[in-house]
């Protein structure tokens, strides 16, 4: 049986938004059965010398599919899709499309989002130009992505994939300040018809039941 090591308890604010979504959403939509091994992230459950074993990062998400251990929220999320022949086309031009936008959703979308995150938790504020900064360059990827949907349903695709799945999630957990994205009502759409889904709302409501604020 597949084994998901994800949160038990994490703090309020992460609550929510936490990676391991990424996988119980591709999961819930793959309708593949699995294990929750739930990790209390307060409690340091997370840096014992167990779980670095499976997790060189000390961090969640990780499988283990009977000894196949990865971590990495998108090559958990590509590997399972692979492993189900969903979420992914068949063909190798379509799987590198796939590829090419998880890595963008990765990398060029969540890099700056989390940039500015972490400006946020920890700057003074003393200087305004490092924020000015972070906030002009997620400004400038929102627009490149809002430019791509003019014409597109999905980001690598015509279906809802595996990268849809990652970028939705990136788009949903990264946007604390909703200002950021309300000048773009095609990148807005395009994570409300992903975060539509059913298989999300299952998956954020039974997270939600299950793990706790601490
Ligand atoms: N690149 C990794 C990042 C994983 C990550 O940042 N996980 C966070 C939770 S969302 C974590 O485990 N943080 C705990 C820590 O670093 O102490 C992925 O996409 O899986």
């Not at 929510?16 to 409690?43: C, K, N, S």
């Amino acid at each position: 049986m597949l084994k998901l090591y994800g949160f038990s308890k994490v703090n309020a604010g992460a609550r929510g938004h936490t990676r391991d979504l990424r996988v119980l959403w591709a999961l819930e939509e793959l309708q593949l059965p699995f294990e929750l091994i739930g990790l209390d992230h307060p409690a340091h459950e997370l840096n014992s010398d167990a779980y670095r074993q499976v997790s060189p990062f000390e961090q969640i998400p990780v499988i283990d599919d009977d000894g196949v251990v990865l971590s990495e929220s998108a090559a958990i999320v590509m590997y399972l899709a692979k492993k189900a022949g969903r979420l992914i086309p068949a063909d190798p031009v379509g799987q590198a499309q796939v590829l090419r936008w998880c890595f963008a959703a990765m990398s060029s979308i969540e890099l700056p989002l989390m940039a500015l995150m972490v400006h946020d938790w920890t700057a003074n504020g003393s200087d305004p130009k490092p924020r000015q900064f972070l906030v002009d360059w997620v400004h400038l990827r929102m627009g490149h992505l809002e430019r791509w949907f003019a014409d597109r349903e999905y980001v690598a695709t015509d279906d809802f994939s595996a990268a849809d799945l990652l970028m939705a999630h990136v788009l949903h957990s990264g946007v604390k300040d909703t200002s950021l994205i309300a000048p773009y009502p095609g990148v807005i759409a395009y994570r409300d018809r992903c975060l539509a889904r059913p298989a999300w709302q299952r998956t954020i409501a039974a997270y939600c039941e299950r793990v706790e604020a601490g």
